[in-house]
């Protein structure tokens, strides 16, 4: 099984290095931004394994981030977070080829499960 790379996206820094922090104590490499521009330009310059995108935040929306990574070819898996339990949003999301959606705040198992899923 190779090492895991993972890149968190989420604009409360706090929450993005709390992630952070779990992620790492599970085993895996984690770096976190809490800008959408920031994780961006990371995704387009470093291979990850899989994506944590928060949904809400200022400037551009994890939506228009999706459609991002989406036109610029990137076949990461992304994972979205959010606090906001919306179908509509679920819905939007799974079109654009997230692969999971979690809410805030996450469930570890739940988490584990998704890192399972997407170990090699």
Do not use: H, W
């Not at 994972?79 to 809410?103: C, H, M, P, Q, T």
Request: hydrophobic share 50%; charged share 20%.
């Amino acid at each position: 099984m190779k090492e895991m790379n993972i890149l968190v996206i989420d604009n409360y820094p706090e929450f993005a290095l709390s992630l952070k922090d779990v992620l790492e104590l599970e085993g895996y490499q984690a770096v976190a931004v809490s800008s959408c521009q920031a994780g961006l330009k990371l995704a387009a310059s470093k291979q990850f394994d899989l994506i944590f995108l928060d949904m809400v935040m200022p400037g551009e929306s994890g939506i228009c981030a999706l459609l991002s990574l989406k036109e610029a070819g990137s076949g990461t898996p992304v994972a979205v977070i959010s606090a906001f339990d919306d179908e509509l949003v679920k819905k939007r999301v799974a079109e654009l080829g997230a692969v999971a959606f979690l809410e805030k705040p996450l469930n570890i198992p739940k988490l584990r499960q998704l890192l399972a899923a997407y170990q090699i």
